[in-house]
């Protein structure tokens, strides 16, 4: 079987061209041509030997998700439905600001944690994706966002690279699919591909606290953890994987993870910065009418996360269909904030993008395959309608 080059890093793309007799380099090469200049088509990479290009055609392939449809918000949000094999179809959203582009990818075919909010826990559960189809994201929304430098949205951002920063907030859980997610992340952050640095590429979990402490070893990136509430009691019913690891190791965990960041010996060099790239940690937290939102919640909150350096992102529900949630309103979501300000802590509002599109926090649904259930494809509906089924 052919290998899938979209679906190695320098280190396997090394190990590729040793196993077949090649030098190692070759794989910074190739991963220019794949990934910086977009080219898939190995006639096409002159710098590279007409043997080795027959060899390349007849051990490699570059295989990219298929583009089934585009939306664009009126905001300038575009969300991309792609196609990865016959059953599934993820999403993969880009979120131009003035001063970044945010690409926001997906790590799963759906997701089996089960948050009670999130349309993506509702549609249930397919598989992982591998490398190529995370990669491939990132690699659709650079060529596509470079070959129309017309547009006018584009122009909002005056950030040389179309795609700035990177947050592993679309579909499924990152955690759950380490390795290929890491293996993608690595990507991201390698000089002869994407060259983003670790403070741009940003993971999202929703607290799989042995696979925190992993990343720190493995590939320490900016870390936001979906908190939601400020006790087990109603973290258990919100985000069910809080059953498994309650609140009191989760933050242990992304204390471990700041901490790394402090800088520690290495070979004589004192103060060198490793691990994390920043240091403090994200808790999202998402804004439920009655649910979560009260002074007392507040005040909570500010007791538990007291030891943890952190930033606070609230994010205002966003609501879908049998959702069973509402919004809280904008005064109580402001009072919240400001309570958290007070009590010394960063806390800052996200602003809801591409909502008109299904877009925004928690609205993914693209199409999924449900495993467990044997459901047949299905798009959940949301508030505007079909989610993904739009072409
Ligand atoms: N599984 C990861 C990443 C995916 S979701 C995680 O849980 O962090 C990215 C963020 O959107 C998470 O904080 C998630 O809790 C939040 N989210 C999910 N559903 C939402 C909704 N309906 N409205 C607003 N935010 C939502």
Same mark, same amino acid.
């Given at each position: ?8 890093? $320098? ?43 027959? *060899? ?43 001063? *970044? ?74 955690? $759950? ?144 269909? !049998? ?38 926090? !928690? ?29």
């Amino acid at each position: 079987m052919k290998t899938n080059l979209l679906d190695l890093d $320098a280190a396997a793309m090394a190990q590729f061209f040793g196993g077949i007799d090649e030098k190692p380099f070759r794989s910074r090469q190739v991963l220019h041509w794949l990934h910086q200049v977009g080219e898939t088509d190995f006639s096409q990479m002159t710098d590279l030997s007409k043997a080795l290009r027959e *060899r390349l055609s007849a051990h490699a392939m570059v295989e990219i998700p298929r583009c089934v449809s585009t939306s664009e918000s009126p905001d300038g949000t575009r969300k991309w439905l792609l196609a990865v094999g016959e059953e599934n179809a993820i999403e993969t959203v880009f979120i131009p600001e003035a001063s *970044r582009g945010t690409l926001c990818i997906s790590s799963q075919a759906g997701c089996a944690l089960e948050c009670a909010f999130c349309a993506t826990g509702k549609q249930g559960f397919n598989r992982n994706l591998t490398t190529a189809e995370i990669i491939g994201q990132l690699w659709w929304a650079v060529r596509t966002l470079s070959a129309q430098p017309q547009n006018a949205r584009l122009g909002e951002s005056e950030h040389p690279k179309p795609v700035s920063n990177v947050v592993m907030m679309g579909m499924g859980e990152p955690l $759950a699919n380490f390795s290929n997610v890491v293996r993608a992340m690595r990507i991201m952050l390698d000089d002869h591909a994407y060259g983003l640095s670790r403070r741009r590429v940003t993971l999202s979990t929703a607290g799989i606290v042995p696979a925190i402490d992993r990343l720190r070893e493995e590939c320490p990136v900016a870390l936001a953890v979906s908190l939601h509430a400020p006790t087990d009691e109603l973290r258990d019913q919100l985000v069910p994987i809080n059953r498994k690891y309650p609140l009191r190791e989760l933050l242990a965990a992304c204390q471990r993870y700041v901490d790394a960041s402090l800088g520690e010996e290495i070979s004589g060099a004192k103060w060198q910065r490793k691990g994390a790239p920043r240091d403090f940690v994200t808790f999202e937290y998402i804004m439920l009418d009655g649910v979560n939102d009260s002074t007392q919640h507040a005040r909570d909150l500010i007791a538990l996360t007291r030891d943890v350096p952190c930033k606070f992102n609230l994010i205002p529900f966003n609501s879908f269909a !049998g959702s069973g949630f509402a919004r809280s309103p904008e005064a109580r979501v402001r009072a919240f904030q400001e309570r958290l300000i007070n009590a010394g802590l960063v806390a800052t509002v996200r602003k809801t993008r591409g909502e008109r599109i299904d877009g925004a926090c !928690g609205q993914l649904a693209g199409r999924v395959r449900d495993r467990r259930t044997r459901r047949p494809v299905q798009a959940i509906r949301t508030k505007h309608g079909a989610a993904g089924e739009r072409t």
